[in-house]
């Protein structure tokens, strides 16, 4: 009698799982997309590096007492220093909306941004909640 056949190959190892990437929000990833637009021509948001040079990298900036990533970047802010704001929800939002609000301008400083604010709200809740995932203290 012929030898019976040889048994099938084992199959193939599965692939190895992704590497974790964390899943962010749509309303996350509509800030991430709006930093891009509106935010990264002077800003960075990277784990590691201090930013541009037209301004800091905003890399757990929620949380931290302005002026002080502006510090960290070599920068002089004392308007900002001085305002003590906390980068909260309320205080980031206000931000965004009307920065000169809480930050005004003084007679020839020119260090301080140039942004003017974001009109829509629903844009300004987007862009917080992107800044919520450069940072350790939500997540």
């Not at 590497?19 to 929000?25: A, G, H, T, V």
């Not at 510090?71 to 206000?94: F, I, K, P, V, Y």
């Not at 809480?102 to 020839?108: I, K």
């Amino acid at each position: 009698a012929p030898p019976p056949p040889p048994p099938p190959p084992p199959p193939p190892p599965p692939p190895p799982p992704p590497l974790e990437q964390p899943q962010i929000s749509a309303e996350a990833r509509r800030g991430q997309m709006l930093f891009k637009k509106l935010c990264s021509q002077c800003h960075t948001a990277k784990p590691d590096g201090i930013g541009k040079i037209s301004g800091p990298n905003l890399w757990e900036v929620m949380g931290k007492r302005s002026g002080t990533l502006v510090e960290m970047w070599g920068g002089q802010s004392e308007r900002l220093r001085s305002a003590r704001l906390l980068w909260d929800d309320r205080t980031m939002l206000a931000w965004l909306e009307r920065p000169k609000d809480l930050v005004p301008g003084r007679t020839g400083d020119t260090s301080c941004m140039a942004f003017r604010g974001m009109p829509r709200e629903e844009e300004r809740l987007d862009l917080v909640e992107y800044l919520w995932t450069l940072s350790s203290l939500r997540g």
